[in-house]
């Protein structure tokens, strides 16, 4: 079953704009891991926040996480139109084998 | 580094037959997944592996086997394919723990006639 949910499902906006897209997840975390997929592509490991981290940062990159409420927020800041793909958040469980769980994913496109 | 490499790119495959995915890693990572990636359902675990001979199911197992006889190597093998098996199969791998995030390969897209 998915663990995480993305929301917006998908979101349009304009060059120089922010985006901002949120995950939220079902059950206690090890970490939670954002991924890029361009369209035909394979994914692309963006970010990771581990669970007793609130916020990180990389480059246009912020990502929150909210472990009582059980979310995280990804942040790209001034968006560029490279930054049109889909967006996943995946999320490793608390003990064990670190596999990711995937949500369905959020389409950003950002226009010229 | 190549990273991870997926062979076929491209397959259509008649049903009944059956086929081997072929994945491979040259960044000597300890763990390696295959997922599908379904419209509108993300990414869902098939099998993975947290080292050479050692296997388990994930979420959606069923029509498929793999085997790890060595670190790079994690082939997907579909027994009998089924239309329900059209899909885009992705392999990835990680460090233990998966702390450095996961490398993907850019994908295999199967359709079953």
């Known amino acids: 079953s998915q663990q995480g949910e993305e929301d917006p499902q998908a979101l349009s906006i304009q060059e120089g704009e922010n985006a901002t897209m949120n995950c939220s997840y079902k059950?206690?975390?090890?970490?939670l891991q954002w991924y890029r997929q361009n369209s035909g592509r394979g994914l692309v490991h963006l970010i990771l926040?581990?669970?007793?981290?609130r916020e990180k940062h990389s480059g246009r990159l912020r990502v929150t996480l909210d472990t009582s409420k059980k979310s995280s927020s990804l942040l790209i800041t001034a968006s560029r139109a490279a930054d049109t793909a889909s967006y996943f958040c995946?999320?490793?469980?608390?003990?064990?084998?670190?596999?990711?769980?995937f949500g369905k994913g959020t389409m950003l496109l950002v226009s010229p | 580094n190549a990273g991870v490499t997926q062979t076929p790119k491209f397959q259509v495959l008649k049903t009944g037959q059956s086929m081997t995915l072929q994945c491979a890693q040259d960044?000597?990572?300890?763990?390696m997944s295959w997922y599908r990636q379904d419209p509108g359902m993300g990414l869902r675990l098939i099998h993975y592996?947290?080292?050479?001979?050692?296997?388990d199911q994930g979420e959606v197992p069923n029509g498929y086997n793999v085997s790890r006889s060595t670190t790079e190597d994690f082939p997907l093998r579909l027994l009998s394919a089924a239309p329900s098996q059209t899909s885009v199969y992705f392999c990835?791998?990680?460090?233990?723990?998966?702390?450095?995030?996961?490398?993907f390969g850019s994908g295999t897209r199967l359709t079953v006639v």
């Open positions: 059950t206690s975390i090890n970490n």
């Open positions: 960044m000597n990572h300890e763990y």
């Open positions: 592996s947290v080292g050479a001979g050692i296997t």
């Open positions: 926040i581990r669970s007793n981290e």
């Open positions: 995946a999320t490793t469980g608390e003990s064990g084998y670190s596999t990711l769980t």
């Open positions: 990835a791998s990680s460090t233990q723990g998966g702390v450095e995030g996961y490398t």
